[in-house]
């Protein structure tokens, strides 16, 4: 089980999720994830980590999301 860190317990709202769908699935189509497979998870979580932790834009959840690749980030390395 991973460390999860939230700095703010303020629910996620639609539009709040509506953002982090757009975020995750254009995420995944750039970098050929499956959405429903392990590195999609990955993301996922990664993405609301992010957000949780005051990363609201869609600007910011990209940049910061790019900047550790999601198969380094799921432990596919050899």
Do not use: H, W
């Not at 990664?46 to 900047?67: A, D, P, T, V």
């Amino acid at each position: 089980m991973a460390f999860q860190y939230f700095d703010d317990d303020k629910s996620i709202g639609p539009a709040e999720l509506d953002l982090l769908q757009e975020v995750f699935l254009e995420l995944c189509r750039n970098a050929s994830v499956d959405p429903q497979g392990p590195e999609g998870m990955t993301l996922a979580q990664s993405l609301i980590s992010l957000f949780k932790s005051g990363f609201r834009s869609k600007q910011e959840l990209i940049y910061m999301s790019q900047e550790a690749p999601v198969s380094e980030a799921a432990g596919d390395e050899e």
